[in-house]
């Protein structure tokens, strides 16, 4: 949404979080600022959250945090959360962070772009780069997700958490999905701009609701075409067509599986990354978690945290009609893809071995010539 006009600064809050969340975070401030070079337009204030912070204080996501990112123009986040801390529940009090932050920043649509670069070589080893590039809607602020805190157990017998899914909620992201249509090239497969509505709409009354308002919306929308897809045939449509798609709109939870499933086809996890946004604020984190199993080692691919900060001056760019904004955001997105071209320049989850640092450099160098 375009809002205002260029500002002077911007003030980036910064998170890094648990895990391989520094590492990659720093990586992906180095890029953004080698993007930027001597302009001083972004300032970055860092602030702390996650699982380690629980640990130390028993508080995750602390109301200073919290204010700071409401404030901010924008939200820079390596990844929260840990596996082996647990709350009583058992439950991660780590990812309160990411969770809490889009209710109550209301960040409704949770953006993740799926695209098969040059030099990766996808598990769908018939697919060339170009032939996979949609992107995944998820709706951020309801469904069961909506639930998180407030489910029961009864009697250690039966446990409930509620989905919700509201006209208004559904109608925002699928507009937005329509918008980002418009603003794409269609499908690689037939060129066509569409909208798949994915969701369990033969089961459930909720998500026959979602698919009901969605056709509503669809009819201000006459140039896209309207696709549906049911949840459990779309893993398999993710893997056998996935040049058919251009844009997927779907709840919460469906979409957090189906861009797992997505970054996976792409050459994984590391790869992928994400905006998070709502009419005032905007988050930006890759796909991936805390992967504390590589932690401290310098492996981790900083891909999907780099290409994220590639999104977050985009958004910043186009919020405040800002044009060196947008061409850093778009110098990011180039520069990465020259560097994955090259097999010596491979993360080792994309079967390289290039460290963090190796590829970290390598594109603050394809930026700088
Ligand atoms: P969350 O639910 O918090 O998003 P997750 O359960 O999806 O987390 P991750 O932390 O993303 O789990 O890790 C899943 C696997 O992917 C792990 O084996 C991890 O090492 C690997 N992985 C995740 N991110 C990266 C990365 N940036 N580079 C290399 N491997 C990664």
Redo the contacts with the bound molecule.
């Keep these: 949404m375009n809002t205002t006009t260029p500002k002077t600064r911007y003030e980036i809050a910064v998170v890094e979080g648990d ?2 969340g520094p590492e ?1 975070c720093q990586a992906g401030l180095k890029v953004i600022q080698t993007a930027l070079g001597d302009s001083g337009k972004l300032n970055f204030k860092e602030y702390r959250a996650g699982a380690e912070l629980w640990k130390e204080t028993g508080v995750s996501f602390p109301d200073e945090t919290f204010a700071a990112c409401r404030d901010a123009d924008a939200v820079f986040h390596g ?1 929260a ?1 840990l596996p082996t801390v647990t709350a009583a529940d058992g439950t991660e009090p780590g ?1 309160d962070f990411g969770l809490q932050l889009r209710f109550r920043l209301d960040l409704y649509a949770n953006i993740r772009p799926i695209k098969l670069h040059p030099g990766v070589t996808s598990v769908l080893r018939d697919y060339e780069p170009g032939q996979i590039d949609y992107v995944i809607l998820r709706e951020n602020t309801e469904g069961f997700y909506a639930a998180r805190g407030g489910g029961n157990i009864v009697r250690g017998k039966i446990a409930s958490d509620t989905s919700i899914i509201t006209r208004e909620g559904t109608e925002r992201i699928v507009r937005r999905a329509f918008e980002l249509s418009r603003s794409r090239n269609g499908a690689p497969r037939d060129g066509k701009r569409r909208v798949t509505v994915c969701d369990k709409a033969n089961v459930l009354r909720s998500y026959a609701f979602f698919r009901a308002v969605a056709k509503e919306v669809a009819a201000d929308y006459p140039d896209i075409e309207l696709d549906f897809a049911l949840i459990d045939a779309m893993t398999v449509h993710l893997v056998k067509r996935p040049d058919f798609y251009d844009v997927i709109v779907t709840e919460n939870m469906f979409g957090d599986i189906i861009s ?1 499933l997505g970054a996976a086809t792409v050459g ?3 790869m992928s990354p994400t905006a998070e946004v709502g009419d005032h604020n905007g988050f930006f984190q ?1 796909a ?4 504390p ?2 932690a401290g080692q310098g492996i ?3 891909i ?1 945290t780099i290409l994220s900060g590639g999104l977050m001056l985009t958004w910043l760019g186009e919020r405040h009609r800002d044009n060196a904004l947008i061409d850093a955001g778009a110098r990011i997105d180039r520069a990465v893809g020259k560097v994955i071209e090259n097999p010596n320049l491979l ?3 994309l079967g390289g071995t290039a460290t963090s640092a190796k590829i970290t450099d390598a594109v603050c160098e394809a930026l700088a010539a």
């Design positions: 895990g391989i990659v990844a959360g990812l797992d994984g996890m590391g890759a991936h978690g805390s992967a199993d590589i981790a691919n900083p999907g993360p080792g989850d």
